[in-house]
């Protein structure tokens, strides 16, 4: 595969994710969002702001030192290069990252309440265990990073986090895996919320995962 084939697969594949995002109604009114994925060990594409009617000559190259190497950033997402530069450090089999301000995920984000792991979609798509919260940093400021790089490092096998009084932050092999799991955390979250007005939600029993992933190899194979 050549440089700009592989660059353009993965443009392709951010503005879907973006679109199947919007599609779910996952997505805060604003529209803002900020997607990126791995190109290889030391870049990565990253969409400019918002990302209503995005197009995939919108993004911009980007280095895990911070250049951005081809195309233009917003300043508002200038900002954020650092917090999608350590996942990608900290993870290296990540292959793209989804930050949203997802309504009712950002509602656990606000509370500093971790969102249980309470619903199959969640234990399908990646995240078998509660969302944990990163303590509260001005965007992409170094307290926000070093957030981030400790909760990813004392959770090893988390693939979501909340951001403290923002919002919500993904990330998966690559963008349409990532944007399965927005949704299905939004979901759970709307479903936490909701299960709060008639008694609570209640934690899957135990074995449930094993049982979710011998389900889905007995129909693989």
């Known amino acids: 595969m050549t440089e700009e084939h592989r660059v353009n697969e993965r443009a392709e594949e951010i503005v879907e994710a973006a679109g199947m995002l919007f599609a779910a109604g996952v997505m805060a009114h604003s529209g803002h969002a900020n997607l990126s994925a791995r190109l290889d060990g030391e870049r990565f594409l990253l969409t400019p702001g918002f990302v209503r009617g995005l197009r995939p000559g919108d993004l911009a190259t980007v280095g895990l030192d911070g250049r951005v190497l081809g195309g233009e950033l917003r300043s508002v997402s200038a900002e954020i290069i650092a917090m999608h ?38 234990l399908r798509f990646g995240q078998a265990e509660d969302v944990p919260v990163v303590p509260w940093g001005p965007r992409g400021s170094d307290v926000s990073v070093r957030g981030i790089a400790d909760v990813l490092e004392r959770r090893p096998t988390t693939a979501a986090a909340l951001l403290a009084n923002h919002g919500l932050l993904v990330f998966g092999p690559d963008s349409a895996a990532t944007a399965h799991l927005v949704v299905a955390i939004e979901e759970s979250a709307e479903a936490e919320i909701a299960a709060a007005a008639i008694g609570g939600a209640v934690d899957f029993p135990e074995g449930a995962l094993e049982a979710v992933r011998a389900s889905i190899a007995r129909v693989a194979s």
């Open 85 to 122: 530069s350590t996942v990608y450090r900290a993870r290296p089999d990540v292959g793209a990252i989804i930050h949203t301000h997802s309504p009712a995920a950002t509602a656990f984000a606000v509370a500093h309440r971790p969102l249980p792991c309470r619903t199959e979609p969640m």
